[in-house]
Protein backbone atom coordinates (compact mmCIF):
# COMPACT_ATOMS: atom_id res chain seq x y z
CA UNK A 1 0.00 0.00 0.00
CA UNK A 2 1.61 3.31 -1.06
CA UNK A 3 -0.04 6.90 0.43
CA UNK A 4 -0.30 10.15 -1.02
CA UNK A 5 1.98 12.54 1.03
CA UNK A 6 -0.79 14.28 3.22
CA UNK A 7 -1.83 17.82 5.13
CA UNK A 8 -5.00 19.46 6.12
CA UNK A 9 -5.49 23.43 6.17
CA UNK A 10 -6.91 23.67 9.94
CA UNK A 11 -8.95 26.56 9.18
CA UNK A 12 -10.86 25.15 6.00
CA UNK A 13 -10.43 21.53 6.94
CA UNK A 14 -9.40 20.68 3.25
CA UNK A 15 -6.65 18.71 1.70
CA UNK A 16 -3.78 20.54 0.93
CA UNK A 17 -1.91 18.49 -1.24
CA UNK A 18 -4.54 16.64 -3.36
CA UNK A 19 -3.51 14.76 -6.95
CA UNK A 20 -6.15 15.68 -9.66
CA UNK A 21 -6.00 13.42 -12.84
CA UNK A 22 -4.28 14.94 -15.26
CA UNK A 23 -0.97 16.38 -13.44
CA UNK A 24 0.94 13.30 -14.36
CA UNK A 25 1.37 10.82 -16.78
CA UNK A 26 3.51 8.30 -14.63
CA UNK A 27 3.31 7.25 -11.22
CA UNK A 28 7.20 5.64 -9.74
CA UNK A 29 6.37 4.19 -6.38
CA UNK A 30 9.94 3.17 -4.84
CA UNK A 31 10.12 -0.02 -3.01
CA UNK A 32 12.21 0.33 -0.33
CA UNK A 33 10.29 0.02 2.28
CA UNK A 34 9.02 -3.43 1.41
CA UNK A 35 12.16 -4.53 -0.27
CA UNK A 36 15.26 -2.83 1.62
CA UNK A 37 16.48 -1.86 -1.95
CA UNK A 38 16.55 1.71 -2.89
CA UNK A 39 17.05 1.16 -6.12
CA UNK A 40 13.90 -0.76 -6.50
CA UNK A 41 10.60 0.81 -8.22
CA UNK A 42 7.38 -0.11 -9.57
CA UNK A 43 5.31 2.34 -12.06
CA UNK A 44 2.09 2.46 -13.40
CA UNK A 45 -0.10 5.23 -15.52
CA UNK A 46 -1.83 7.59 -13.68
CA UNK A 47 -5.24 7.82 -15.30
CA UNK A 48 -5.41 3.76 -13.88
CA UNK A 49 -5.24 5.17 -10.71
CA UNK A 50 -8.20 4.96 -8.31
CA UNK A 51 -10.40 8.35 -8.19
CA UNK A 52 -11.22 9.47 -4.62
CA UNK A 53 -14.94 9.28 -3.64
CA UNK A 54 -16.65 11.84 -3.65
CA UNK A 55 -14.73 14.14 -6.02
CA UNK A 56 -13.27 11.34 -8.80
CA UNK A 57 -10.83 14.31 -10.31
CA UNK A 58 -8.97 13.53 -7.59
CA UNK A 59 -6.58 10.69 -7.01
CA UNK A 60 -7.44 8.47 -3.95
CA UNK A 61 -4.94 8.85 -1.12
CA UNK A 62 -4.06 5.05 -0.58
CA UNK A 63 -2.87 2.45 -3.60
CA UNK A 64 -2.64 -0.57 -3.44
CA UNK A 65 1.07 -1.86 -4.86
CA UNK A 66 1.83 -5.20 -5.61
CA UNK A 67 5.64 -6.65 -4.48
CA UNK A 68 6.34 -7.39 -8.55
CA UNK A 69 5.15 -6.79 -11.66
CA UNK A 70 1.69 -7.41 -12.97
CA UNK A 71 -0.17 -6.81 -15.54
CA UNK A 72 -0.72 -3.04 -14.15
CA UNK A 73 2.21 -2.44 -12.74
CA UNK A 74 6.06 -2.59 -13.86
CA UNK A 75 9.43 -2.68 -13.14
CA UNK A 76 10.48 -0.81 -16.54
CA UNK A 77 9.91 2.42 -17.46
CA UNK A 78 10.08 1.91 -20.68
CA UNK A 79 7.15 -1.05 -20.31
CA UNK A 80 4.90 1.82 -18.47
CA UNK A 81 5.69 4.36 -21.15
CA UNK A 82 4.65 2.05 -24.18
CA UNK A 83 1.13 1.43 -21.70
CA UNK A 84 1.01 5.43 -22.08
CA UNK A 85 1.11 5.65 -25.94
CA UNK A 86 -1.42 2.23 -26.40
CA UNK A 87 -3.51 4.57 -23.76
CA UNK A 88 -5.48 1.20 -22.54
CA UNK A 89 -8.13 1.95 -20.04
CA UNK A 90 -7.03 -0.13 -16.87
CA UNK A 91 -7.65 0.32 -12.97
CA UNK A 92 -5.09 -0.85 -10.61
CA UNK A 93 -8.12 -2.45 -8.92
CA UNK A 94 -11.42 -2.93 -10.56
CA UNK A 95 -13.12 -2.05 -7.24
CA UNK A 96 -16.22 0.21 -6.65
CA UNK A 97 -14.38 3.21 -5.23
CA UNK A 98 -17.50 3.83 -2.79
CA UNK A 99 -15.69 0.51 -1.00
CA UNK A 100 -12.85 2.70 -0.27
CA UNK A 101 -14.73 5.88 1.14
CA UNK A 102 -13.07 6.90 4.32
CA UNK A 103 -14.54 6.90 7.45
CA UNK A 104 -14.91 9.96 9.34
CA UNK A 105 -12.89 9.45 12.60
CA UNK A 106 -14.87 8.74 15.98
CA UNK A 107 -13.91 10.19 18.92
CA UNK A 108 -12.77 8.26 22.12
CA UNK A 109 -15.93 7.58 23.55
CA UNK A 110 -18.48 8.17 20.80
CA UNK A 111 -20.40 4.99 20.09
Not at 1 to 7: C, D, I, L, S, Y
Given at each position: ???????I?????????????????????????????W?????????????????????????????????????????????????????????????????????????
Open positions: MQKTRGGDLQTNEDTRPYRFGEFDVLAVNMHPSTRDHNFLFTLSHWLLPRTPDVNLIEIFRPVLRSPNSVWTDSLKTCLEWLALGQPKRILDIDPELLRRRSKRKLGDQ
